[in-house]
């Protein structure tokens, strides 16, 4: 890992340097939010100093460059994710939206009464609820793959699961609650021999994995800029082409039309079809800095730092008596949950805070899982690439020192 210099990383990320309650910040809680690089801080500033305009409607100069800079990033996710097109790229506001799109144009064509969807155990509530709604509306029903006490899913009951009532399959790449990293690539394979169109959220995948979605044959993948170390309000869904020019579209309004009479209105091509409104044109631009920002370092670098620090991360957490692991599937990346006898996650939360360690506590947003272990929420430390061990020790001697106060 010659390229990996994680003091240099460190000093990419400004808000490293601030104090928290005097003690200097240990940032764990990059499931919920990553920081951001100086690369993508001055691209937003440099937007708006430069650039700002609207895209994809004037003829003059400002308009162009910003419409030109919003089209990079289309491309540039491309080619991140190795997509066949540039125009299978929508950019949307998050992973929500991106979920809430297939569920609304995918569900409003192709599922009917009686249909099939299938979900896991470990599903984010933005990947529950917008399918419950659907079901509400249309009279679908929606079936559950469980998962063993490691937090794995069960695989042969995911197969037993379809039926030729099964229309989509809505899976997690990596639980954001657990860690665990399902095996998407069969389960799509599984999925299109039974005919059913495969959905992957891979809000806690893109920052940690390489993802091909022509290797993988997804139909469906979506995901979050924030998470991936860009601004927010900005996402990414993509959909392979045929299934996006089959579907109606989202919203109606602006840039999503080709001409609009009362009588009638035609839509607009892929992928202004789906983007109607001016976007977030400052997050969407400087999304591109974020991808080029893990560029520079290797995803592949980033994935073995990453386990590095998980796997001493979790040796030194198990000496803390008392700790319980929530999530121990052989496969896991980034997030480390837990539970510590004879205290509750809010309250070691709090005494972390005050030491200047942010993690998340509480059921982060994923009720279900927390009601499969029996239990009201977990502490949940999760990594980013800028994490270190010098981090975990003091995370640990945190929690100790939590414990002593509260037992
Ligand atoms: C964060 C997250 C979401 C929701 O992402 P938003 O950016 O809030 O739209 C969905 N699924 C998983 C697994 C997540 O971690």
């Not at 309000?233 to 993509?238: A, D, K």
Request: charged content about 20%.
């Amino acid at each position: 890992m010659e390229k990996f210099n994680i003091d240099k990383i460190r000093a990419d990320f400004p808000i490293l340097k601030r104090e928290v309650n005097g003690k200097p910040l240990v940032y764990l809680d990059n499931g919920a939010t990553t920081q951001k690089p100086s690369s993508v801080i001055d691209s937003i500033v440099h937007y708006y100093t430069d650039m700002n305009s609207n895209v994809h409607r004037g003829v003059h100069y400002l308009s162009q460059i910003s419409t030109d800079a919003f089209e990079v990033t289309r491309k540039k996710v491309q080619a991140f994710i190795n997509a066949a097109e540039d125009k299978e790229i929508i950019i949307t506001k998050g992973t929500t939206d991106g979920i809430n799109l297939i569920a609304t144009c995918y569900g409003r064509a192709f599922i009917h009464e009686g249909d099939e969807i299938i979900i896991s155990a470990m599903e984010h509530h933005s990947n529950i609820v917008p399918w419950q709604m659907l079901c509400d509306e249309k009279g679908c029903k929606i079936r559950v793959i469980p998962m063993n006490d490691k937090g794995e899913l069960d695989m042969d009951a995911y197969s037993n699961l379809f039926n030729e009532k099964t229309k989509l399959v809505a899976v997690t790449y990596v639980s954001n609650s657990l860690g665990t990293i399902n095996p998407v690539s069969d389960m799509i394979s599984i999925a299109h021999r039974h005919g059913a169109v495969v959905l992957v959220d891979a809000a806690q995948a893109i920052q940690h994995i390489q993802i091909d979605v022509q290797k993988l044959d997804v139909d469906f993948l979506v995901f979050s800029g924030h998470k991936m170390y860009g601004p927010t309000g900005v996402g990414v869904l993509y959909g392979k082409e045929d299934l996006l020019n089959a579907m109606p579209p989202y919203q109606g309004g602006g840039d999503m039309i080709k001409e609009v009479t009362f009588e009638k209105t035609t839509y607009n091509e892929l992928p202004f079809k789906f983007e109607a409104g001016t976007p977030n044109i400052e997050a969407g631009i400087c999304l591109n800095e974020a991808i080029d920002y893990i560029n520079s370092i290797g995803l592949e670098n980033i994935e073995a730092y990453e386990h590095d620090l998980l796997q001493y991360a979790t040796e030194k957490l198990a000496e803390i008596p008392g700790m319980r692991f929530i999530g121990t599937a052989e496969k896991k990346c980034s997030v480390i949950s837990f539970v510590i006898d004879g205290t509750h996650p809010y309250d070691v939360g709090v005494i972390l805070d005050k030491l200047g360690i942010a993690v998340r506590t509480g059921h982060h947003c994923a009720q279900p899982v927390m009601d499969r272990f029996g239990i009201p929420g977990t502490i949940r430390a999760s990594l980013a690439v800028y994490n270190t061990k010098e981090e975990i020790d003091i995370l640990v001697a945190g929690i100790q020192r939590a414990v002593n106060m509260l037992i």
